[in-house]
Nanobody, 122 residues
Framework: QVQLVESGGGLVQAGGSLRLSCAVSTSTFSRLAIGWYRQAPKKQRELVAAISSGGATNYADSVKGRFTISRDNAKNTVYLQMNSLKPEDTAVYLC????????????????WGQGTQVTVSS
């Protein structure tokens, strides 16, 4: 069973930066696409960014130009660099895997992490 552990969340002022990490315990990490999602109170979970096994990426329109997703296959870890943070970025951020990445889109799989809280103050 694939396990995912997120870290790096916290409290930051608007305009600040955070880097989230998602460590994935599996021997097949390099073959997996990974998605970062977020869920704010009373809102639906939404895809923020995703990266394919080959390094292709896609982003939600709301974070394009501010967030960058990357992966380190040697460390079984995916990162989400978040710059120019806004109060509306406040949410629990979760990573997901064992989904499908094709045609520039990521379709979530069954494996989720516990999430890490990101709070952006105005």
């Amino acid at each position: 069973q694939v396990q995912l552990v997120e870290s790096g969340g916290g409290l930051v002022q608007a305009g600040g930066s955070l880097r989230l990490s998602c460590a994935v315990s599996t021997s097949t990490f390099s073959r997996l696409a990974i998605g970062w999602y977020r869920q704010a109170p009373k809102k639906q979970r939404e895809l923020v960014a995703a990266i394919s096994s080959g390094g292709a990426t896609n982003y939600a329109d709301s974070v394009k130009g501010r967030f960058t997703i990357s992966r380190d296959n040697a460390k079984n870890t995916v990162y989400l660099q978040m710059n120019s943070l806004k109060p509306e970025d406040t949410a629990v951020y979760l990573c997901n895997t064992e989904g499908e990445y094709y045609s520039g889109n990521y379709y979530y799989g069954p494996s989720w992490g516990q999430g890490t809280q990101v709070t952006v103050s105005s």
